[in-house]
T-cell receptor
């Protein structure tokens, strides 16, 4: 257990649905991240938040909308997704983003299937 | 841009034996960090080991050690006394010294430990 919890573990949604992924960390970290893990591809960084402020949006389509109400919680709101968005979505946290080489702590991910 | 290459999509090893996973990277920076992450079937990405580029000494964590060859831009992971619980995807990752959140991952190596 790394101290980062993601829910739900699995999610199946239609292209017209709206759903949200939730991430919570119990480590007292200040930075949180969303990564996308697709089959046969390296992990892709999507968003970064530091002290609740978004510091990185890696050219992610607007159908993915992140929300960070506080340093412990991170959401990813999904709407009108495409089948190619099916992937494992991983949340991670670190102490902050200011120091190089910091260790990331990951959750177990949400396996998303878009039908 | 930095790239990380893992040339072995799959490997297998007998329990109690030693196995080495390969990783090469490309960067023009002099200050950076390298990581090996493990992702077992539970999907939770777990940090195995971290190497700071300015340290010549190879990092070790119990049965896990690295062979860091800075000039060759090579960063291999050696697992000694392999255990069944070591079965997982192993990802090599790189980050610059100044901005820890921009982790660049390789595509991963699936390691299977056979009884």
């Amino acid at each position: 257990e790394t101290g980062v919890t993601q829910t739900p573990r699995h999610l199946v949604m239609g292209m017209t649905n709206k759903k949200s992924l939730k991430c919570e960390q119990h480590l007292g970290h200040n930075a949180m991240y969303w990564y996308k893990q697709s089959a046969k591809k390296p992990l892709e960084l999507m968003f970064v938040y530091n002290f609740k402020e978004q510091t990185e949006n890696n050219s992610v389509p607007s159908r993915f909308s992140p929300e960070c109400p506080n340093s412990s919680h991170l959401f990813l709101h999904l709407h009108t997704l495409q089948p190619e968005d099916s992937a494992l979505y991983l949340c991670a946290s670190s102490q902050d983003t200011g120091r190089g080489g910091e260790k990331l702590f990951f959750g177990s991910g949400t396996q998303l299937s878009v039908l | 841009a930095q790239t990380v290459t893992q040339s072995q999509p799959e490997m297998s090893v007998q329990e109690a034996e030693t196995v080495t996973l390969s990783c090469t990277y490309d960067t023009s920076e002099n200050n950076y960090y390298l990581f090996w992450y493990k992702q077992p079937p539970s999907r939770q990405m777990i940090l195995v080991i971290r190497q700071e580029a300015y340290k010549q000494q190879n990092a070790t964590e119990n049965r896990f050690s690295v062979n860091f060859q800075k000039a060759a831009k090579s960063f291999s992971l050696k697992i000694s006394d392999s255990q069944l619980g070591d079965t997982a995807m192993y990802f090599c990752a790189f980050t610059s010294g100044g901005s820890n959140y921009k982790l660049t991952f390789g595509k991963g190596t699936l390691l299977t430990v056979n009884p």
